[in-house]
């Protein structure tokens, strides 16, 4: 059982450019969310997902971000016209209950 | 405020001590977890401590709760060397979404 699988691990961006970041969760795991990290900082949760549906998106910016769960393949974490401050590590977790799981995170640049 | 914020911020031990953190905490939670990130890595899961727990052991890792106090430890016997990294405390109040501290930054001189 593979573990979260996050792809891909780095990405640089230009400004103004989009960023799609992807999150296949463990087998048999319903619920994704998404979390950014800045530099020493600690995780900041975004948004919480189940499969075609958005169950909490109350950390995620109004605008240019978006997030979707497919019945069919991986979470999305997309985000539009990117600026440099949305550079950071972005990590999804999936779980079945009480434990989240951790993928190993894109490293999102914006130059 | 964050709900999660541990302390010490960093701490900096010799191979075979025990290294203590603290995380304090401002709402009620169903549980609460410790999580370890290496340095430009992901998170691994420690343990998790429910509401209604006030202690718990895995290996060389022991978690405390005092839900009065709002507060939890992670204390690590024997460090070794491998256990350098940044360790973060995460509350679970329900919404199922994790709140996390800033971390503590454990070096383990060898």
């Known amino acids: 059982n593979a573990g979260v699988m996050q792809n891909p691990r780095h990405l640089v961006r230009r400004r103004g450019q989009e960023a799609r970041l992807r999150c296949s969760p463990m087998?048999?795991?319903?619920?994704v969310y998404w979390y950014r990290q800045l530099p020493e900082e600690g995780l900041k949760f975004m948004v919480y997902?189940?499969?075609?549906?958005?169950?909490?998106e109350s950390g995620m910016p109004k605008e240019r971000f978006s997030a979707e769960f497919p019945k069919e393949g991986p979470s999305i974490l997309r985000i539009q016209q990117v600026v440099r401050g949305d550079s950071a590590a972005y990590f999804c977790a999936s779980s079945p209950a009480d434990e989240a799981f951790f993928g190993q995170g894109t490293r999102l640049t914006v130059v | 405020s964050q709900q999660g914020e541990e302390d010490p911020q960093a701490l900096s031990i010799q191979e075979g001590e025990n290294a203590t953190m603290n995380c304090s905490y401002k709402?009620?939670?169903?549980?609460l977890q410790w999580y370890r990130q290496n340095s430009g890595r992901g998170l691994v899961h420690l343990i998790l401590?429910?509401?209604?727990?006030r202690e718990k052991h895995s290996g060389r890792l022991r978690v405390t709760l005092d839900t009065s106090k709002k507060s939890s430890s992670l204390l690590i016997t024997a460090s070794r060397a491998a256990d350098t990294a940044s360790y973060f405390c995460?509350?679970?109040?329900?919404?199922?979404?994790?709140?996390f501290g800033s971390g503590t930054r454990l070096q383990v001189q060898p």
């Open positions: 995460a509350t679970d109040t329900g919404r199922r979404a994790l709140t």
């Open positions: 401590i429910r509401s209604n727990e």
């Open positions: 709402t009620s939670i169903n549980n």
């Open positions: 087998k048999g795991h319903s619920h």
């Open positions: 997902l189940q499969k075609e549906n958005i169950i909490d």
